[in-house]
């Protein structure tokens, strides 16, 4: 089984809206309103790809118990600790005439430390039933800069492999406890190492650099350039998509989280990991609602992500052809 934390859940909104300009007034060609945040994104991907997932987090109020139940009745467990404040709303609004994506993301509840402490004790019951772990997005107010780097530390006891998919001080303050896989965007990447990255080499030094530091792998995902990989047994890697009409690209990296979680409770070879992995992205992008995309759409672009060694391996093998 695969525990996933999601510790700021809430009900995502999204509304296809055709030239949509502040001020004006629109009735949404389409609208879907669905359990939402990054972790539940990765779990309905793992869901849709076959793998049994577990999503924790907070949860509360009216909002918490439709995430709650929705989750549910689609067939994924889960198991929310209940706060007193409510659970955030974010909308999104698609514009494809213009191509653009505006987001209103409500900042999230404030939780006690008691509430905390609660989460605290779910986390360690769960992995005790869990094969892989994955922790994905933000937190809500009220939780320690250090917590996500706290329960990276009982994942390493409970010898739970664990894939982090954080941003900003949460990241970089989980680094210590050693995660297993790191998922930062460029954008996530270059603030971690305070700097701008060229593609493809800066981002592989600065994989390096974190793969040197304890990480087993990194994989930088870059929108539609794919996603490039450094580890520290398989190689450098770049997985490079087919091209789509991207219709919202909300929840591509969480779904390409999914997709290399899902092929790693698989035990498949490092490249065919990294490409469902971007195969799953890809599909998202392609896809109306974050993490809705099917486990056919997947399967159609798995054959069209190309891969490419970087490192020098791959210069070695070349020199002896």
């Known amino acids: 089984m695969i525990t996933v934390l999601c510790a700021n859940a809430g009900v995502d909104k999204t509304y296809e809206v055709e030239n949509f300009a502040v001020g004006g007034f629109y009735h949404p060609r389409r609208t879907i309103t669905a359990p939402g945040g990054k972790g539940i994104n990765v779990a309905r991907v793992l869901k849709t790809l076959g793998q049994p997932v577990v999503v924790t987090g907070f949860a509360g109020g009216n909002n918490g118990r439709f995430l709650t139940q929705h989750l549910r009745s689609s067939g994924i467990q889960a198991d929310f600790v209940?706060?007193?404040?409510?659970?955030?709303?974010?909308?999104?609004?698609?514009?494809?005439?213009?191509?653009?994506?505006?987001?209103?993301?409500?900042?999230?509840?404030?939780?006690?430390?008691?509430?905390?402490?609660?989460?605290?004790?779910?986390?360690?019951?769960?992995?005790?039933r869990s094969d892989l772990a994955v922790i994905a997005g933000s937190a809500p107010r009220g939780v320690s800069l250090d917590l996500y780097g706290e329960l990276v530390e009982t994942a390493r006891k409970k010898k739970a492999p664990l894939i982090l998919d954080a941003h900003d001080e949460l990241l970089a303050r989980a680094l210590s406890a050693r995660p297993v896989v790191i998922k930062p965007n460029l954008s996530e990447l270059q603030r971690l190492v305070n700097g701008q990255l060229s593609v493809p080499d800066g981002v592989v030094e600065a994989?390096?650099?974190?793969?040197?530091?304890?990480?087993?792998?990194?994989?930088?995902?870059?929108?539609?350039?794919?996603?490039?990989?450094?580890?520290?047994?398989?190689?450098?890697?770049?997985?490079?998509?087919?091209?789509?009409?991207?219709?919202n690209s909300v929840g591509s990296g969480d779904a390409l989280v999914a997709g290399?979680?899902?092929?790693?409770?698989?035990?498949?070879?490092?490249?065919?990991?990294?490409?469902?992995?971007?195969?799953?992205?890809?599909?998202?992008?392609?896809?109306?609602?974050?993490?809705?995309?099917?486990?056919?759409?997947?399967?159609?672009?798995?054959?069209?992500?190309?891969?490419?060694?970087?490192?020098?391996v791959e210069q070695a093998e070349s020199a002896e052809q």
């Open 260 to 312: 290399f979680a899902a092929a790693s409770m698989e035990r498949k070879p490092f490249d065919e990991r990294l490409r469902l992995a971007v195969a799953a992205g890809t599909a998202n992008a392609a896809t109306f609602g974050a993490g809705a995309c099917s486990e056919q759409e997947i399967s159609k672009l798995l054959p069209e992500v190309k891969l490419k060694r970087l490192d020098a």
């Open 82 to 128: 209940p706060i007193g404040e409510e659970s955030r709303v974010v909308i999104s609004i698609i514009d494809g005439a213009q191509g653009t994506q505006t987001r209103v993301d409500e900042v999230g509840p404030l939780v006690t430390p008691s509430e905390v402490d609660r989460l605290r004790r779910k986390w360690d019951r769960l992995l005790d």
């Open 207 to 247: 994989g390096k650099q974190l793969v040197g530091d304890g990480i087993n792998v990194v994989v930088t995902s870059l929108g539609a350039r794919g996603a490039i990989a450094v580890t520290d047994k398989h190689g450098i890697w770049w997985a490079r998509p087919p091209k789509v009409k991207v219709v």
